[in-house]
């Protein structure tokens, strides 16, 4: 079914690109993945997979490299502390332990060999995806919001159909930073993409809406995957394989803009801020940490 059905197809599964080797965060990703930095309590990469099982994804696909085995067992279960918890009585926390488990089936794991780029990482879930429309987040970028980013696209999906790019505005001095989508309404929430650009040169981006890290995209994007020879930095770019699948008929690209904060945390900045922000949104934790903030400061 093309992106011009009036019912469009539901959306099961996302895909989770994490072969990444988190250089940034050397020497403390040298034996863990970067997706297993916390953010208080919870891994990086589970914050994410929250936010796609809140959307109501059924099925999650991680597009892993070497050394990340940790991310398979963490959505796994532990039958050795899981039993030592149900002996001590931490029911509580058995029960957090297992509302985060996949269900058996639910999760697959397949390997990028290569660090080729991200249109490469999802060029390999090809077959687990299969011939449906799917979700593609990017675990670095945390997206804080009452309501999760992937449902508010999964709205207008329902609405519009075709492929949809989840966009931030940045200031405009800043927009040749990032990909850059133009629209036919900068100030809608929900509108038609019409140009994408990978890091703009200075000055001449079409917009200042950012791309985000959150997609829905059509299974068409795979073929067009297949074939692409390297670009920027030498590797497989997604953005380049989206305008292409754009200029076909049928696959019409949307932009939905987000309102909430977003926290890279492919940064130490990015990951520092997202640990305090996401802290103050805790009752547990808020009045305590401001006060601990205030004697630092």
Known sequence: MSGTDAKPRKIRKAVFPVAGLGTRFLPA?????????TVVDRPVIQ????????AGIEFFI??????????????DSQ?????????????SELEALNRDLPKPGQASFTRQQAPLGLGHAVWCARELVG????????????H????????????????????????????????????ICGVADASAKVTAITQMVEKPPRGTAP????ITGRYILQPQIFSLLAE????????????DAMIKLAAEPGQPFHAVRFDGEIYDCGSKIGWLTANVAYALARPDLAPALKSEIKKLL
């Open 47 to 54: 914050h994410v997979v929250d936010e796609a099982r809140a």
């Open 228 to 239: 692409q020879e390297s670009g920027a930095g030498g590797e497989i770019q997604l953005t």
């Open 144 to 179: 804080q919001h009452q309501r999760p980013c992937l449902a508010e696209m999964m709205d207008a999906y329902a609405a519009h159909g075709g492929n949809h790019i989840a966009v931030k505005p940045v200031p405009e001095d800043q927009a040749h930073l990032y990909g």
């Open 207 to 210: 917009s200042n809406l950012h």
């Open 79 to 91: 039958f050795e502390l899981e039993s030592m918890l149900e002996m001590r009585g931490k029911t």
């Open 29 to 37: 990703t040298k034996a863990m993945p970067k997706e297993m930095l």
């Open 62 to 75: 991680f597009v892993t490299g070497r050394n990340k085995g940790v991310i398979e067992d963490h959505f």
């Open 131 to 142: 011939d449906e429309p799917f979700a593609l987040l990017l675990p670095d970028m945390l």
